[in-house]
DNA sequence: AGGTTGACTGGGG
DNA sequence: TCCCCAGCCAACC
């Protein structure tokens, strides 16, 4: 099994890490968004960065799931721009995400490829339905 | 203070 | 479709 100590990811792994400084914690922000990323679905690099609102930080999101703080976030449902694993994930075992996906439903292409069309995640629910709600009223 | 790194992206071959 | 290159930008050293 590819359980990696929580515990020790938390408290040695990246202590400083985990107290983001540029931008108002950043990469709290990060773990807060992925944390509602539904099961099944998928969001990318750039999505996550796009929906904070620092749509060229897609690098630093990546930095922020390097650390993976927590155990809750749901980090392998955040792939690359092409829908595909990431090269680092579980310290270098991309397969490792693919597998958590799978169970979750999500399935691949022959390429290895996620179809970002069907999976993808729309985001979060209150901004489709402040323009759904709301409307010009 | 400055150079390097990286779980990224988009474009081109 | 896959691989490589240039641009990207904060974190790291």
Same mark, same amino acid.
């Given at each position: 099994?590819?359980?990696?100590?929580?515990?020790?990811?938390? *408290?040695?792994?990246?202590? $400083?890490?985990?107290?983001?400084?540029?931008?108002?914690?950043?990469?709290?922000?990060? %773990?807060?968004?992925? +944390? &509602?990323?539904?099961?099944?679905?998928?969001?990318?690099? /750039?999505?996550?960065?796009?929906?904070?609102?620092?749509?060229?930080?897609?690098?630093?999101?990546?930095?922020?799931?390097?650390?993976?703080?927590?155990?809750?976030?749901?980090?392998?449902?955040?792939?690359?721009?092409? =829908?595909?694993?990431?090269? =680092? %994930?579980? *310290? /270098?075992?991309?397969?490792?995400? $693919?597998? +958590?996906?799978?169970?979750?439903?999500?399935?691949? &292409?022959? =390429? =290895?490829?996620?179809?970002?069309?069907?999976? /993808?995640?729309?985001?979060?629910? +209150?901004?489709?339905?402040?323009?759904?709600?709301? /409307?010009?009223?």
């Amino acid at each position: 099994m590819y359980q990696r100590n929580p515990d020790s990811t938390l *408290s040695q792994s990246s202590p $400083r890490s985990l107290s983001p400084r540029g931008k108002d914690g950043f990469f709290a922000r990060v %773990y807060a968004l992925v +944390r &509602r990323i539904p099961r099944g679905k998928v969001l990318t690099y /750039g999505q996550v960065a796009a929906l904070l609102g620092e749509a060229r930080w897609a690098r630093t999101v990546g930095w922020a799931l390097r650390a993976c703080a927590s155990r809750s976030v749901p980090c392998h449902r955040v792939l690359g721009g092409r =829908g595909r694993c990431s090269p =680092g %994930y579980g *310290s /270098g075992h991309p397969e490792r995400q $693919r597998a +958590r996906l799978e169970a979750e439903g999500v399935r691949f &292409r022959l =390429g =290895g490829t996620v179809d970002l069309a069907a999976y /993808g995640w729309l985001g979060p629910p +209150r901004a489709a339905r402040r323009s759904r709600m709301h /409307g010009s009223a």
